[in-house]
């Protein structure tokens, strides 16, 4: 009979400990096969990601050698880092947050109705300018038990008049202030940043000396962190301004007669969440422990558990094939469950396109579900705690948040740094280094600039309240290809079909496939419509596949480098002589020396060759 130790099963108890360098040598030894000679530190840096930020993803996380890494804490205590309360999500989850926009309140209750009884803990609505009148607000909230749903409000210039109508919607019903759950969403800098236009933060203090005073369970201000990550921003720059953002507000109502703990208490944050769940996970812990330091230099340490609404990033959301989206907002909102976020925003798959229809608003608010009640997801307490990457991603990331905070308030604090264009420069100059690996699908974009279906019908969906503007500009990852697919679908609207480019495969599928894959999802992605019949041609018989095409002047090849040398040359002379005034290649630049004229490959910037495309098929803008 075998007797287990006490520090139970060692299963490689007789292998010896592996090192880091013996790791490091065998990564060597692979990366000489593949033409690299490097080694040491050099050899896992080859194999190490950047990211935004100036952070760095390793391939291998190990315990810290001197295990000096910074104190986590525990959940609930500071520097809240593991979770805001001991329990974490565990014992009921997150709040399922879902958000409403329009102006009629019948609609708006309907659907309110509709998602209370069917897994939405608390309701998100947009009052004031294009959205919900103030005075709409007792109608849209018609049978629902206040003192059950929270109420979340956003609604911008217009914050009092819709705060009273809540507060006053509150006596009206006969809901015990101790009872009432809401946050009235004021957040006068986040209105500047996305309109341009400042607000007087006089009836602000007011309501939240009120709501301080006399409604323990209402939150007046809402610190919202989306107009900076709409507008291009990284993590570490949403962290920043958010940080920067709170602590005025903290000046604000001290300054007004409150103290530090209540004003503390008056604040809830507002961050995005994307489809890079580790990057999502670290955020919200990073948030967390930067605000904790804040309160403890604030004198109120263990008043510093950050309040977090997560919501489902929209400048990850497309319009073309936005059935994806429910699997970047499933991801997302994982991200942000396991991240600790109080509650967490599952924008509709349709959200960009218009007005969410019932099905949309139905797997928004399932996905929360399927995380909770199926895969259990709010069971365990700070799931992503002792993991080596997350633990070091989160430090990192709070590093470089911290530093972009101390700029902005060395700039004179938020307010300051809005109105002197030093947000906007940071964020633009960050936007368009993304920018970039978006054009040459470095970062890829699924159903938009990689596998696009140009075939798929458009979903339609009613018209939705335009965005504030004014102020910090609104960005989309699909803007560029967007802008390329509007073109194609005005000349398919004018004449009947697509521009169309000839794909001339050469030699057999194991030959030309790959090339052949590529060359046809790059010009999709522009709204151009590959042409590949027949399935391979040569130099006698390019010509007469290409006349019948109806290709718009333009043809690329697509094989192997071995073909490309024997049949590159005579195939573009066919193509040219049979109308082609432009023949592309599918490889390396130089593959083919000077018979053809241009080149595609991975890595180019598609989007300057498909606009160039466009161009010069005649194609308007």
Request: hydrophobic residues 45%.
């Amino acid at each position: 009979m075998t007797v287990l130790p006490d520090d139970g099963l060692s299963l490689a108890a007789e292998f010896p400990d592996a090192t880091h360098e013996q790791w490091q040598r065998l990564v060597e030894g692979v990366l000489r096969k593949s033409g690299k000679e490097v080694s040491g530190e050099a050899a896992e840096d080859a194999l190490s990601t950047t990211l935004e930020d100036g952070l760095i993803t390793r391939p291998l996380y190990t315990a810290r050698p001197d295990g000096d890494g910074p104190d986590t804490g525990f959940p609930g205590f500071a520097p809240f880092v593991r979770g805001g309360t001991p329990a974490g999500t565990g014992t009921s989850g997150w709040d399922v947050r879902q958000r409403f926009a329009g102006s009629d309140p019948v609609r708006i209750n309907e659907a309110a109705l509709a998602d209370l009884e069917n897994g939405t803990t608390s309701l998100w609505l947009t009052v004031g300018r294009g959205g919900l009148p103030a005075d709409g607000l007792a109608r849209a909230l018609e049978g629902v038990y206040l003192d059950l749903a929270p109420v979340v409000l956003d609604s911008g210039a217009d914050y009092a008049d819709a705060a009273r109508a809540l507060l006053a919607l509150y006596d009206g019903r006969g809901v015990a202030p101790k009872d009432a759950r809401a946050s009235l969403g004021i957040d006068p800098l986040g209105h500047e940043a996305r309109t341009g236009e400042a607000l007087d933060p006089a009836p602000a203090v007011e309501l939240a000396r009120e709501t301080a005073a006399s409604w323990p369970g209402v939150r007046a201000l809402t610190v919202d962190a989306l107009p900076y990550h709409e507008a291009g921003g990284s993590a570490a720059e949403e962290l920043g301004l958010s940080l920067a953002t709170g602590v005025a507000y903290l000046r604000t109502l001290t300054d007004a007669g409150l103290g530090i703990e209540a004003a503390l208490g008056q604040l809830e944050f507002r961050y995005a969440a994307t489809a890079d769940q580790f990057l999502t996970i670290a955020k919200l812990r990073a948030a967390r422990r930067l605000w904790a330091r804040i309160a403890e230099a604030c004198g109120a340490a263990e008043a510093g558990a950050q309040r977090q609404h997560a919501v489902t990033s929209p400048v990850m959301m497309t319009r073309r094939d936005p059935w994806v989206n429910m699997l970047r907002t499933t991801v997302a909102c994982m991200a942000a469950g396991v991240g600790g976020a109080d509650s967490v925003t599952v924008l509709p798959f349709d959200s960009e396109l218009g007005l969410p229809d019932a099905f949309a608003r139905r797997i928004a608010r399932n996905t929360s579900t399927v995380l909770l009640e199926e895969s259990h997801l709010a069971r365990v307490i700070d799931p992503a705690g002792g993991s080596y990457y997350v633990e070091r991603l989160t430090d990192e990331l709070a590093e470089a948040a911290w530093e972009f905070f101390r700029t902005v308030e060395r700039a004179g604090g938020q307010g300051a740094a809005l109105r002197s264009g030093l947000v906007a420069e940071r964020l633009a100059a960050t936007w368009a280094a993304r920018s970039k690996k978006l054009a040459t699908r470095r970062e890829p974009i699924t159903g938009v600039s990689e596998f696009p279906l140009l075939s798929e019908k458009p979903v339609v969906r009613e018209a939705a309240p335009a965005h504030p503007a004014g102020g910090l500009p609104r960005v989309r990852r699909d803007e560029a290809y967007e802008a390329l697919r509007a073109r194609s679908d005005a000349h398919l609207a004018a004449t009947g079909a697509r521009p169309r480019i000839f794909l001339a495969a050469l030699g057999p599928a194991a030959a030309h496939t790959a090339r052949a894959t590529f060359a046809s999802n790059l010009f999709q992605a522009g709204g151009i419509e590959p042409v590949h019949d027949p399935v391979s041609v040569d130099p006698e018989t390019a010509a007469a596949a290409y006349a019948a095409s109806g290709a718009d002047g333009m043809a690329v090849l697509c094989s192997s480098d071995a073909l490309y040398e024997e049949q590159a040359e005579a195939v573009a002379a066919a193509l040219r002589a049979a109308g082609a005034g432009t023949v592309f290649l599918a490889g390396r630049p130089g593959t083919a020396g000077q018979a053809v004229d241009e080149y595609v490959f991975a890595g180019c910037d598609a989007v300057a060759v498909l606009s160039s495309v466009l161009d010069r098929m005649g194609v308007a803008q």
